[in-house]
């Protein structure tokens, strides 16, 4: 099955504490993105990768670190996370040529204490 | 850069009639215009999109209409369902980035028993 996954679904974390979020697509896409979904400003995105190696910022990319070093793969690394950074995390994934739709995955609940 | 702007950003309507979200879009070169839907603790999904060189494009009860002079594109959803309430999120893109997608605020519709 076609499909993009992210790990964990949900988090609870205290501030200053490293952590790493999954995501992986099975549709050997190139374009992979981070959004981020807060009430009343939709989806922002963090960062986008359109190949292995090859990464940029999005919009709202401070605090964040990504890397594409698989093409499958595509980890939203929070070096220190902040109060500021709770939020509702997407990761999508795109062919980026055949088709423009992006594949969302389910999504990750991130809570900073 | 591209900015698209949503309205309303509430829509409520009774069941069986039309709704109708609308979006404007700044930027001339952008040429790829999706709407996605997300269900209440869903991820976004791809309902209909349209391109540049069509003015209209029909999917069952929903259909989304461009005017590319007055850089505004809408979604129309005729006999509403139960169903159909959710938040709708416009997008735009430009013709040599269409990976790369800016979004509007989202229109939260809510269809009335």
């Known amino acids: 099955e076609a499909q993009v996954t992210q790990n964990p679904r949900y988090l609870i974390t205290v501030t200053g504490k490293k952590l790493t979020v999954t995501c992986s697509q099975n549709m050997n896409h190139e374009y992979m993105s981070w959004y981020r979904q807060d009430p009343g400003l939709g989806l922002r995105q963090i960062y986008y990768?359109?190949?292995?190696?090859?990464?940029d910022k999005g919009d709202v990319p401070e605090g964040y670190k990504v890397s594409r070093k698989e093409k499958r793969n595509f980890p939203l690394i929070l070096e220190s996370p902040s109060p500021n950074q709770t939020s509702l995390y997407f990761c999508?994934?795109?062919?980026?040529?055949?088709?423009?739709?992006?594949?969302f995955g389910p999504g990750t609940r991130l809570t900073v204490t | 850069g591209e900015n698209v702007e949503q309205h309303p950003s509430t829509l409520s309507v009774q069941e069986g009639d039309s709704a109708v979200i609308k979006c404007t879009y700044s930027?001339?070169?952008?040429?790829?215009f999706p709407w996605y839907k997300q269900e209440l603790g869903k991820r976004p999904q791809l309902i209909i999109d349209i391109r540049s060189n069509v003015g209209e494009k029909k999917d069952q009860r929903i259909a989304v209409t461009l005017n590319k002079t007055a850089k505004h594109f809408s979604l129309h959803i005729t006999e509403t369902q139960p169903e159909d309430s959710a938040v709708y999120f416009c997008?735009?893109?430009?013709?040599?980035?269409?990976?790369?997608?800016?979004w509007g605020a989202g229109t939260k519709l809510i269809i009335k028993p």
């Open positions: 999508a994934s795109s062919s980026g040529t055949a088709s423009y739709e992006q594949y």
């Open positions: 990768s359109m190949n292995v190696e090859v990464t």
């Open positions: 997008a735009a893109s430009r013709w040599d980035s269409n990976y790369q997608l800016i």
């Open positions: 930027d001339s070169a952008s040429n790829y």
